[in-house]
């Protein structure tokens, strides 16, 4: 399967745990973003990623949320100290980028369904 | 403020009868996306529409742009059941490589 995939599919965690998803992308895709989405909304947008580079980030992304991308490939999005307000889909999708312009078509993965109690 | 709109936000309907679902922005836009989802899983990408006044057709879905580039529709012929499933349109502006999405439409198509 070359589609995006992510890992876990579902995260269940007490209130105050650390929570890390990994989320890996079409391999010839340099762009990566991250995606929540809450029950009844369409997706809120929280990061993006060309290559390595964080280039764009949501006010949505608190300082408890932090996301990487170290070798240009795949990715984590961790969340420190969860909430409950925390619970979500949290979702990634890849695109094939180009120099600006191009209307950059994204595939997202199937999720990660977060609940904490 | 909402960026994109969507409406209606649900509709259920017989198997066999058309529909249109409709995504409006305050904002001019430099493409916009539609995408399926179902339940427990990511939004499928159906299509992407760049030019103003652009119609694209998928079988028995037909997307519309509109010619100043701030709305678009997606009618849907004959609806069968497995066209259920949450409408998403996704827009992206200009400026930047965010995309923003809509609430989506929420189809039920009853046998």
């Known amino acids: 399967d070359t589609g995006v995939s992510q890992n876990p599919r579902h995260k269940i965690t007490k209130r105050g745990q650390n929570v890390t998803f990994r989320c890996d992308p079409i391999s010839e895709h340099n762009r990566l973003y991250w995606y929540r989405q809450t029950l009844g909304q369409g997706p809120e947008f929280l990061t993006y990623?060309?290559?390595?580079?964080?280039?764009?980030k949501s006010r949505l992304l608190s300082d408890r949320f932090s996301a990487e991308r170290p070798k240009g490939s795949f990715s984590t999005l961790e969340i420190q100290r969860t909430e409950q307000g925390d619970s979500a889909m949290y979702l990634c999708?890849?695109?094939?980028?180009?120099?600006?312009?191009?209307?950059?078509?994204?595939?997202f993965g199937p999720g990660t369904r977060l609940t904490v109690l | 403020t909402q960026l994109l709109e969507q409406s209606p936000q649900f509709l259920s309907i017989q198997e066999g009868e058309n529909l249109t679902v409709y995504c409006n922005s305050s904002?001019?836009?430099?493409?916009l996306q539609w995408y399926r989802q179902e339940p427990g899983e990511g939004p499928v990408l159906l299509v992407t529409?760049?030019?103003?006044?652009e119609v694209k057709k998928l079988k028995r879905l037909t997307f519309q742009f509109g010619d100043a580039r701030k709305d678009s529709s997606l009618h849907i012929t004959a609806a069968q059941p497995g066209d259920t499933g949450l409408y998403l349109c996704?827009?992206?502006?200009?400026?930047?490589?965010?995309?923003?999405f809509g609430t989506g439409t929420s189809l039920t198509v009853i046998p």
């Open positions: 996704a827009l992206r502006l200009f400026t930047g490589n965010q995309f923003y």
């Open positions: 529409v760049v030019t103003g006044g």
């Open positions: 990623f060309q290559n390595e580079a964080q280039l764009e």
């Open positions: 904002s001019v836009f430099s493409s």
């Open positions: 999708a890849s695109s094939l980028g180009s120099g600006g312009g191009a209307h950059n078509e994204q595939f």
